[in-house]
């Protein structure tokens, strides 16, 4: 695996290091002290147990062993975008709305949620101390909506665009940034992994780090083979085993290495054979070498505590073997609610039936139709991947036209309305093999388009129980998503120790309603996973931590916090400043989650 880059701003924690750092993190958390009497943030509260009442103390208890985890079903995710005959995007449909089959076979959609950009704003955790003075409380209100609400991932795939697309793309950017809103983070990234610029506010920083968008092929300029054989013809002479193909690369090596003579047959087909295994494993080297750095901004992106849309500006490549690839890539955005917009950077084109005009290729009079028909289909396959991508996340795709200025303002822009729906695959096979989605309407009398993936891969092996947990929890703690699985409440308190620091306590109140409890030994058992974690105004993990509970209630413990609950208090210590709380609980029994998200503004 590649190393991470590194950013030039403060280095986040990458989300596959978080739990590993979280163990750290809890073994410092401070106790609870009074707060100062002018620096106080807190609700009133009604009286409530906690884990170290002393009448709870035995059955409630904290510490930050890992518990023993059931794993959840396994889920399919499928995002939906639906338009009108007018293409305005529909939001008043409901689960009962939409039918979904894999492999033709009717599916139960078991979950079902509607996503807007309102869905994620952020509200405050903590309310203004009582002295807090009318001109001092607005400005904390504006510090909160300041903090970003959603990140915008630009990639650049300069390993396959042309120069004066690179322009046209730069020129458009640039006129970009200036629309965006306050709250928007935005980061740049290159398939070349030459260019990296984290997600900012700064948009003269972002001007400046588009200059740097320049192609950057990892295959040499223009020492013409004999015979030439295009990634699409090779791919169908070694993949598909297309003998036609074969034949007419075969020609060209009849003309270009043996001056025509027919009677070298078969040494041109043995040349043609080399030159397009070696055109295959070029090919395809640069189209993983892409595949990669989509995938390390794809991982960037998802820890960010917000909306996310990434965009993706390149002309497009010949997939070969990898849509299996590509499918893992849709998945990923999905679980982490990723919407990928793509934008083809050939614009408005016309088919190129004879190659480049300034570097004509040195096809054969017997190939050259043959050739041209290859070149057009490549030409078209080409957008069929960012079509898929785009498809498969509720994004859109622009292509075939000229404005750059407003495919960029769409791809930045979030629908209206996304559905997200969710299944369980009834005896999925762990084999790796491609499964058909279709999604459509029960009534069949609206005239609606749908944009939704068409299909996935199943997977090849069984994760590990505890592991695939922890994956949960981390995906749920890097989003932005409010879970309701289970009764949970995000409440914060802060108090400065100077001028420079300040302590901040995260209070999770649980309420028994809803946990499934296991009955052994005459209490009822659960354990809870309580993860917290503190972005700052750029979206960057600052400090995190994870408690594991562990109930082992009596029956008349159960009736007494059966309507007070408990509350789990974590304490961190944090320069003052506005602050994301996002907090994560998981159970074990029940493998059941909630997800709150609180905004914190801690006055210097």
């Known amino acids: 695996m590649p190393h991470a880059p590194r950013f030039p701003s403060a280095r986040p924690i990458p989300a596959f ?234 020609e060209d090596a009849v003309q270009c290495a043996f001056a025509g003579d027919e009677r070298m047959q078969a040494q041109a087909q043995s040349l043609a054979q080399t030159s397009s295994v070696r055109a295959l494993a070029m090919g395809e080297s640069q189209i993983s070498y892409v595949y990669r750095h989509l995938d390390e901004a794809m991982r960037r992106l998802s820890v960010m505590p ?113 559905y997200l729906l969710a299944f369980s695959p009834q005896n999925l096979k762990v084999d790796g093999t491609y499964h058909t989605l279709s999604v459509s309407l029960t009534n069949k009398q609206l005239k609606y388009s749908l944009q939704a993936r068409h299909g996935y891969f199943a997977p090849r092996t069984i994760k590990d129980p505890a592991e695939a947990a922890k994956e949960e929890i981390q995906e749920a703690l890097f989003s932005q998503d409010e879970i309701r699985d289970l009764p949970v409440d995000l409440q914060t308190q802060f108090f400065r120790m100077d001028q420079t620091q300040a302590r901040l306590a995260v209070l999770t109140h649980v309420h028994l309603k809803g946990i499934r409890f296991r009955k052994a030994d005459g209490r009822n058992r659960d354990d809870l996973t309580v993860a917290t974690a503190i972005f700052d105004e750029n979206g960057n993990f600052v400090i995190g931590g994870e408690k594991i509970v562990e109930m082992r209630l009596r029956d008349q413990t159960v009736e007494r916090l059966a309507s007070s609950g408990f509350t789990v208090k974590s304490s961190f210590d944090i320069k003052p400043g506005t602050y994301l709380v996002r907090l994560v609980v998981r159970d074990a029994e029940g493998a059941q989650m909630a997800a709150r998200n609180g905004a914190v503004n801690i006055p210097y």
């Open 306 to 418: 917000g909306q996310r849309v990434m965009v993706l500006v390149s002309p497009g490549f010949v997939v070969t073997r990898f849509a299996e690839t590509s499918s893992d890539l849709i998945d990923r955005a999905n679980r982490t609610n990723v919407v990928i917009n793509t934008i083809d950077a050939r614009g408005l084109y016309t088919p190129d039936l004879f190659g480049d005009i300034a570097d004509p290729p040195r096809d054969s009079f017997r190939s050259a139709g043959l050739k041209s028909t290859y070149r057009l289909q490549g030409q078209a396959q080409q957008g069929e991947v960012l079509a898929q991508f785009a498809d498969g996340t509720g994004g859109t795709f622009f292509h075939n036209r000229n404005d750059l200025d407003q495919g960029l303002r769409l791809a930045v822009a979030a629908p209206a309305a996304s």
């Open 17 to 250: 290091l978080l739990l590993a750092a979280c163990s750290l993190l809890c073994s410092t958390n401070v106790p609870a002290q009074a707060p100062s009497q002018q620096d106080t943030s807190s609700k009133p509260q009604p009286p409530q147990a906690s884990p170290s009442s002393p009448n709870t103390r035995e059955e409630v208890s904290t510490h930050d062993t890992p518990a023993t985890f059931k794993v959840r079903v396994n889920l399919v995710l499928v995002r939906v975008v639906v338009r009108d005959a007018r293409g305005q995007v529909v939001t008043n449909l409901k689960k009962e709305d939409f039918q979904l089959t894999d492999n033709r076979k009717p599916q139960v959609i078991s979950s079902f949620s509607m996503e807007t950009p309102e869905s994620h704003k952020i509200a405050s955790a903590s309310a203004p101390p009582n002295s807090e003075p009318p001109a001092a409380a607005s400005e904390n209100s504006a510090a909160i909506a300041a903090l970003p609400q959603r990140f915008v991932a630009l990639v650049f795939d300069d390993t396959d665009m042309q120069m004066p697309d690179a322009v046209s793309i730069r020129d458009a950017a640039t006129r970009l940034f200036g629309a965006l809103a306050p709250s928007d983070r935005v980061g740049m990234f290159t398939t070349s992994g030459q260019l990296t610029q984290d997600f900012t506010e700064d948009r003269e920083l972002l001007k400046k780090a588009l200059l740097g968008v320049v192609p950057r092929p990892t295959i040499g300029p223009g020492i013409h083979d004999c015979p030439e054989v295009s990634l699409y013809q090779a791919d169908l002479i070694e993949n598909q085993h297309d003998t036609q193909a074969l034949a007419a690369a075969t």
